[in-house]
């Protein structure tokens, strides 16, 4: 990651911020995308572009753009931006879905058609998606989750057959994340066998780096200890 410059949207998130961290360390630049308001100057190797409302194209364009000029180039898009809810299909407010699929799928496709020309001028660049190993066999109260996250899949799948040889295309596909608001939400499960945000991070800048030249469409369970 020595030079690259990345963009990773939800970046104030638990595993937005260990991606960004983990990046800087391997000696990146990363520009920080959050719908909340920036908290913080940019640094060499940081900025945070907060407010920014990626379910709109515009909004999403902008910021992409404003990454790109800070540094001059950008050679990774990581779109870690996203939301869970869990209800049945029977009992579970129809909205539901509608927001999920904005913040899951929307999201991810307007910073991508954003940063796709930045990319391809790249020479090397990466795109590199959080999808979900339950997009695939949904459970019960998972229908609307595991929609937008599937949908995240065959998003990955296309823009992967569309920018061959251009740019690579993947994403990961983490079991639960070991993060405190799961714990929070599941006290009761075995948190040892979760795959942890730094495990994440390491497969998600992997996909990104210069050793993943031949990797795309790819969907990588990260399955943890179970």
């Known amino acids: 990651m020595q030079g690259k410059v990345i963009a990773v949207t ?31 100057d940019a640094t060499a190797d940081r900025i945070e572009l907060g407010g920014v409302d990626l379910t709109d194209p515009a909004q999403a364009l902008q910021a992409i753009d404003a990454a790109a000029a800070h540094f001059g180039r950008l050679d990774v898009l990581v779109n870690v931006a996203g ?5 049945t299909v029977a009992d579970g407010d129809p909205k539901t879905w509608q927001r999920l699929y904005a913040i899951n799928v929307a999201t991810a496709l307007n910073a991508s058609r954003a940063a796709i020309p930045h990319l ?37 799948e296309a823009l992967a057959s569309e920018l061959k040889g251009k740019v690579t295309v993947n994403a990961v596909l983490p079991s639960t994340i070991d993060t405190p608001a799961n714990r929070r939400d599941m ?18 800048l992997f996909l990104a780096s210069d050793a993943a030249s031949g990797v795309t469409g790819a969907l990588l369970p990260v399955r943890g200890r179970v």
């Open 187 to 204: 006290p009761k499960a075995d948190f040892a066998t979760w795959v942890t945000a730094d495990e994440l991070a390491d497969v998600i």
């Open 10 to 40: 939800g970046a104030s998130g638990a595993l937005g911020k260990v991606v960004v961290d983990a990046a800087i360390t391997r000696g990146a630049r990363a520009a920080c995308i959050n719908r909340a308001v920036a908290r913080g």
């Open 83 to 87: 939301a869970f809810a869990f209800e």
């Open 120 to 156: 391809v001028a790249s020479g090397a660049g990466r795109i590199v998606n959080i999808g979900a190993i339950g997009a695939l066999q949904a459970g019960v109260g998972m229908g609307a989750y595991a929609a937008s996250k599937a949908a995240v899949h065959r998003l990955t």
